[in-house]
């Protein structure tokens, strides 16, 4: 439960976070320590803001920290003095190993186990129990079966590979989220503060909301913008969820359908260019490729994916015949654009620096510090220092989910290399797909799903990364596909699946919040969501079978292959949605699906046919639906 912290604790918690955001933003312009100290420093003070911010247990909120906090305060800050105190000591030590004192050894799996409890607090059991787990894993090898038996490992070795070592907790996942992740949540934070968010919506709403059924159209376009910047789909649909489910609902919309259109928006802002929720950062870093062609390998399935939930939109509006937005209700394109369209220049000078080269730790700060130039463009968007202030707080606070999630992450990638359990676990599923890739894919996604319904976007990724990741590179490398795309499709194929869990049943988040919004029932709320989504469900097998959607193969094959999904999206909306000039039967839904799927096959003559099918269907619905209209 966070807390909202009065007196000397909320001003201790506002310096730290001021201090933390500082920090970042001054090693991001001037160079940054050497890799071991900086992690250690965004590690030691991430857990120190959550132990100040986030209760131990549900009660209510008296904004202070309990006695109980202080010691655990106390106690972490003594496991990660100890590093400063000893770092010479710790840096001459890297590469030997050697049996530690049992001080060290309680000082290491000290650290490790408050870290667990601040990753409870923050994000809840499943990810702590899930890194507990694995870390017991460690020792308990020798009494294990199949391909989990290993001959364990001593308390010295692990206590090397989590607290000493650039690993575990100061491991990969712990330097991304130091030099990447923190600094575009801050950015996010001055973007808001600046009025950023406000644009975006009023921008959407004078754009689309003049459009049959225009405010879910506002909620797909603004969740897009908001969604590529924020990080966060629960977040997400709780902005602007805010704002277009009422809209929604008082032009006709049904309260669980207007919910599920702002989640199924909202969780498509996590796969949406140029954050992608930092699971971008995270897959240039694992991968090694520059984060710009990452960026060019998911443009076009984010961009259809985002199509076709504004094609479901807009049937279903006619459908219902839901009407538009009166145009007296609708702020003006022009004086929106006047008002407030500077504040998304640096949104523009960053992607232009991701696109000309430059890392994206070196295009956040400066697009930063763009922002706090361009607010002065206009009286009524400057920043002044108490809004400066006001950011890299918030920025601060904000990043304690994510950076503590990365964080327990690499507890687990930590033991997945000391074990090596990920190269049998990708084995497994190798040996249970028997050769087919299909089967491979299946489970890839089963577990990635699952993974996701727990945790967030960048720590289910990194937990896939490390055990069926592997396993899915190597099914592609043995069906012999292009060996340039095998790579961007196994990252991205599960960033997608991982990404959608949030909306998937049971456990929903992002419905769950947008049904609170709208105040409908959840269960349908997240039916009808995933229903919306249903295209980020088939895309990933689309772009493994079909590189050419990541923009991967010649000018000419990328244009037939993008035209033909747009098409397909069309004939997956009519079939979702039941309506093409009319309604329709099962049988014709169930056709309309299938030329759906035909369009994204790999086989240029099923896309022929599936089109072949599509545009016949759509003539013979229209004319029988004009045929109607005539005889009535």
């Known amino acids: 439960m966070h807390r909202n912290l009065t007196g000397l604790a909320g001003i201790v918690l506002s310096l730290a976070a001021f201090t933390v955001s500082f920090y970042h933003l001054y090693t991001g312009f001037f160079g940054q320590p050497e890799a071991y100290l900086h992690r250690v420093i965004h590690v030691t003070l991430m857990i120190f803001i959550t132990f100040m911010s986030y209760s131990a247990f549900s009660r209510a909120d008296d904004g202070k920290v309990p006695w109980y906090d202080l010691v655990l305060i106390f ?88 607290y000493f070592l650039t690993d575990g907790l100061f491991g990969l996942p712990t330097h991304i989220s130091a030099n ?196 002065w463009f206009r009286k009524h968007t400057r920043m002044g220092l108490k809004d400066i202030w006001a950011a890299l707080v918030q920025g601060g606070i904000q990043a304690t989910v994510v950076a503590v999630a990365i964080i327990t992450s690499g507890i687990m990638v930590g033991i997945f290399d000391l074990t090596g359990v990920a190269i049998k676990f990708s084995g497994v599923i190798v040996d249970l797909a028997g050769g087919h890739l299909l089967l491979a894919l299946l489970y890839v996604m089963i577990t990635a799903i699952i993974l996701g319904m727990g945790l967030p976007l960048s720590s289910a990724y990194i937990v896939q990364v490390g055990i069926a990741i592997p396993a899915l590179v190597v099914m592609l490398k043995n069906m012999g596909l292009d060996a340039d795309a095998i790579v961007p499709q196994a990252h991205l194929f599960v960033i997608f699946f991982c990404a959608f869990s949030s909306i998937t049943p049971p456990t929903a988040p992002t419905s769950y919040a947008a049904a609170a919004i709208a105040q409908s029932p959840v269960v349908p709320t997240s039916v009808e969501a995933v229903k919306l989504a249903l295209p980020a469900f088939v895309l990933p097998y689309a772009f493994v079978a079909n590189s050419a959607l990541l923009t991967i193969g010649g000018a000419g094959e990328v244009t037939v292959t993008v035209a033909f999904a747009v098409c397909s999206m069309v004939a997956m909306g009519m079939a979702v949605q039941g309506y093409c000039f009319r309604n329709l039967d099962p049988v014709t839904r169930v056709v309309f699906l299938a030329a759906s799927l035909g369009m994204v096959t790999p086989w240029l003559q099923w896309n022929v046919v599936g089109l072949v099918v599509g545009v016949a269907l759509t003539g013979w619905e229209w004319m029988r639906a004009r045929g109607r209209m005539a005889v009535a």
């Open 180 to 375: 990447f992740i923190f600094l575009f949540i801050v950015f996010g934070a001055f973007l808001e503060k600046s009025g950023f968010g406000q644009f975006t919506i009023e921008f959407a709403t004078a754009l689309a909301g003049r459009f049959r059924g225009g405010p879910a159209k506002i909620a797909v376009l603004s969740s897009g913008l908001m969604g590529s910047i924020s990080g966060s789909s629960t977040a997400n649909a709780v902005i602007t969820g805010s704002f277009t489910i009422p809209m929604m609902k008082k032009i006709g919309f049904r309260d669980y359908m207007a919910g599920a259109v702002e989640a199924s928006a909202s969780t498509g802002g996590l796969i949406m260019p140029p954050v992608m929720a930092s699971a971008g950062f995270l897959m240039s870093e694992y991968t090694g490729l520059p984060y710009v062609n990452v960026m060019q390998y998911i443009l076009i399935p984010a961009v259809l994916y985002f199509l076709a939930v504004g094609i479901m939109v807009h049937i279903y509006a006619v459908k219902q015949n839901i009407p538009t937005v009166p145009r007296e209700d609708l702020p003006s394109l022009k004086q929106t654009i006047m008002d407030r369209g500077h504040l998304a220049l640096p949104l523009l000078i960053l992607i232009y620096l991701l696109v000309a080269g430059y890392s994206p730790g070196y295009a956040v700060v400066r697009c930063i510090i763009a922002i706090v130039i361009v607010s």
């Open 75 to 162: 106690l972490w800050l003594v496991t990660m003095g100890y590093t400063f105190y000893e770092y010479d000591w710790i840096v001459e030590h890297i590469g030997y190993t050697e049996d530690f004192a049992l001080y060290q050894l309680v000082l290491a799996f000290g650290a490790v186990a408050l870290t667990l409890e601040a990753c409870r607090r923050a994000i809840g059991w499943p990810l702590a129990a899930l890194a507990l787990i694995i870390f017991l894993f460690a020792f308990a090898g020798p009494h294990l079966p199949g391909f989990l038996y290993h001959l364990g490992y001593t308390p010295s070795a692990v206590a090397d590979n989590q």
